[in-house]
């Protein structure tokens, strides 16, 4: 399988997922965008969800109302973590 570097995000992806800019960089295609930051060019900047402990790339979280970062609904965490302190912290749509 062919594949090449995200220059936005720093994934190695198939390039059928990517289209090449000028100057030879690629980037993904809209509709089929990198999930979560890789190790390269791009940011590896991950927050905690605070519904569930797990570490997240900034574009799966939004900031629940009250200043905490969570998981948005389309984009939950998946197995493993937990609700944390769900008393405190009120009602989740």
């Given at each position: 399988m062919d594949t090449r570097t995200c220059y936005k995000h720093g994934k190695s992806r198939a390039i059928r997922y990517l289209q090449e800019e000028p100057g030879g960089r690629w980037v993904c295609v809209a509709g089929y965008e990198c999930k979560a930051a890789g190790s390269g060019a791009g940011t590896d900047l991950r927050v905690q969800c605070t519904l569930h402990g797990k570490l997240r790339s900034?574009?799966?979280?939004?900031?629940?109302?009250?200043?905490?970062?969570?998981?948005?609904?389309?984009?939950?965490?998946?197995?493993?973590?937990?609700?944390?302190?769900?008393?405190?912290?009120?009602?989740?749509?």
């Open positions: 900034l574009d799966c979280l939004e900031d629940d109302g009250t200043g905490r970062l969570v998981c948005i609904a389309d984009r939950r965490c998946k197995s493993g973590g937990q609700v944390i302190n769900e008393s405190s912290r009120g009602p989740v749509d």
